[in-house]
Each structure stands twice: as C-alpha cells, then as structure tokens.
C-alpha cells in the first residue's frame, strides 16, 4: 500500500538509498572443484533422464526469472517427454563469491533427439550466472530470488 501513495500525482518521491556495493571475489580453487563435481554430477543425471536426481540438485527454495522449482520440474518432464535421448554439455567458467553466495557462471548447450528429426538444440547459453548455496551435504541451485 505505501508504495503505492508514492505514486500519487504530487507526492514526494521517495529518498533514494545509497546502493552498497559487495565486491565480488575469485572462490577458492577446492570451492570450485567442488561446484563442478556436483554440475557435472546434475548434467549426469539430466542424461541419465533421472528427475529426481536432477532436481536434487535444486533448493527447494529456488527462484529465479518467474521460475521455481515446480517450473522447472514441469520443464524436465516436457523435454524428457519430448526427447527420445537428452546430451548435456555444460562449461564451468568461473565462480565469483559475492559476500558468502556463490555466483555461478557457465556456458553450456542442451540437445536431444526427437522421433524422425534426429537431434536438435534444445538450448544454449554463454556465461549465464546463476546463484549457488550450500545445503545439507552439497551445493544447490538457489536462483536470484526476484
């Protein structure tokens, strides 16, 4: 509702806050290994079409873009659905900490074979972040949380 009034005609706007600025740090070599063990561990498992395996690997907490982790079960189920085979080929480019959060960035492409077609790009990316936090025993993809 306070927002809300802001936007009245003639209202003051409101006082702009002082952005604060967390610099953004190489992670250590073992935090890094770490991080691409459990990636390469996920894209095993997205091959292997093994949803409850991949979405292990996902916060119960997740959200990012609009996405959560129902979303992104429902979009494993359509591809895996869709796609007689499933090949994942994901880089591990570099992994920034940012105050304790783990920033993710990889490239990587997605193709899957479909009946008569043969296979076909799925999806790619390059250098896509995504925010990574350690749960439990492993690491999780945890989002941007907007």
Same mark, same amino acid.
């Not at 990636?39 to 949803?51: K, M, N, Q, T, V």
């Not at 090949?87 to 899957?112: F, I, K, M, P, Q």
């Not at 009946?115 to 896509?128: A, N």
């Given at each position: ?14 006082a702009? =806050?002082s ?28 091959? =292997? ?37 499933l ?10 900490l ?13 193709s ?12 790619s ?6 925010i ?15």
């Amino acid at each position: 509702m306070l927002p809300a009034l802001a936007m009245l005609p003639g209202a003051a706007p409101p006082a702009a =806050a002082s952005p604060v600025t967390i610099p953004a740090v190489p992670a250590p070599a073992a935090m890094v290994a770490e991080l691409g063990a459990a990636i390469e561990h996920a894209r095993g498992r997205f091959e =292997a079409r093994d949803l409850a395996g991949v979405l292990a690997s996902v916060s119960e907490q997740y959200r990012s873009s609009g996405m959560t982790k129902a979303s992104v079960r429902e979009q494993l189920l359509a591809m895996f659905a869709l796609h007689q085979q499933l090949r994942a080929r994901v880089t591990l480019e570099r992994v920034h900490l940012v105050a304790e959060t783990a920033w993710v960035y990889t490239s990587g492409e997605v193709s899957g074979r479909l009946p008569i077609v043969g296979w076909v790009r799925v999806l790619s990316w390059q250098d896509e972040p995504e925010i990574a936090r350690r749960e439990g025993n492993g690491w999780r993809l945890f989002g941007f949380q907007d």
